[in-house]
């Protein structure tokens, strides 16, 4: 299992400052786009993806909580994303979206917020280099864990072996709920549980060993 920070909740007048000390023990960072519109908050955009992107080597792990995603596929790949995740709420063409961002060469994920059903991702799996399962409303971090994730993952996981995407979930993990969701996921999100801990590469190890 594999860790990805969100910076959601860092400060982002020190970005780099933060980040340092952490990236050796980082598998991927993960960058919330936030809209304003497909959820009440507004974070982030391309621009300070790209701005980051010389500082390190960590993969970057987009999750855009955008509406139209398609018409920003072009600037999240050049700005230096690794995978880019839209979510499956946010439009009719989700084939067509995985293939816009496939020719970017950048790895396809789409995301599902807590009230869709996860079946609703059959027709798209093969194509799907990750699927991200929200175990919070997304929006803002610090949340509480919905406990309604763990089955979807165990549903990703049993039907994991025919394709080729990672599990990933994203909210409210920390030491705690990690253990509910580590043995069907293969990238796990966590943000505030390290970005507000007073030793953060001690928060990043108890994910990371759980
Ligand atoms: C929620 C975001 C998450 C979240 C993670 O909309 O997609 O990535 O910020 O932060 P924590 O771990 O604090 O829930
Ligand atoms: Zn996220």
Known sequence: MKLSLSILNCNLAKLEEELNPLYKNLDYLHMDVMDGNFVPNISFGA???KSLRPYTS???DTHLMINNPEKYIESFAKAGS????FHLEATNKPKELIDLIHKFNVKAGISIKPKTN???LDS???YLDLVLIMSVEPGFGGQKFMDNAIDKLKYLKDKQKDYH???SVDGGINGDTINLVNKYT???VSGSFITKAINKNEAIEIIKNA
């Open 118 to 120: 996860v079946s609703e």
């Open 124 to 126: 798209l799996l093969p």
């Open 82 to 85: 690794d995978y880019i995740t």
């Open 165 to 167: 995407y990672l599990i």
């Open 47 to 49: 621009d300070l993806i």
């Open 186 to 188: 293969d990238l796990v």
């Open 58 to 60: 960590v993969p970057f």
